[in-house]
């Protein structure tokens, strides 16, 4: 009987965290256009608050130095637009090393993967999701993400996020910076920082 109540559980949260394709895009182009609320229902539908969504952030802005750290770095990386993934230098980024995600755009933005998975946040999370695709995970709060990444696509632009997961599928909220890198005039993968903070609920 167990076995089969926790497949239950297991299809119930893929089921809540999938959203359609089309609808997927047409909050990721409300998002590029300046709507920092269009997410505000989806998360709701997840049993989070309002997200905070912020574009171009500036480092002293931050209260986390670390995605400070990466946000100078990208800025101090581009010319004249988003850097390649060749930017991408280890030693430059050792003070954020731990906390930083790298991940491949598949198909113009049809799926994205897991190319690294930054060693903090496996360990926080409890799992090393390096070489998973985003699409196949049955994370909740995973349609959200996905609405900002492809947001990225369409406005290739450091994106800032504070969000609070469900208390029943995480403890903590995060602070996640998405920064866009580009070859040949289109986004091919997306460096992602990432730090705890409180819960919005909690503040």
Known sequence: MAPADASGKFEARR????LPEAESWALARRLAEGEPGCCDALMARLGSPPPLMVWNPQPE????EVLGHLVRW????????PPPPEAVAPLVLRPALGAISLLHVIDDGRDFEM???GSQISQTLGMDMTGMRLGEM??????????TYRAQLLRPEP???????????????????????MRDGKV?????GMERAPRQDER
């Open 138 to 147: 049955a994370v909740p709060f995973m349609a959200f993400l996905i609405v």
């Open 159 to 181: 994106l800032l996020l504070r969000y609070t997961p469900a208390m029943q599928y995480f403890l903590s909220a995060w602070w996640r910076i998405g920064l866009p890198l």
């Open 115 to 117: 190319r690294l998975h």
């Open 188 to 192: 091919v993968r997306l460096l992602i």
């Open 74 to 81: 990208w800025h101090g990386a581009t010319a004249g637009g």
């Open 15 to 18: 089921a809540l965290g999938t």
């Open 61 to 64: 802005d931050l209260e986390s």
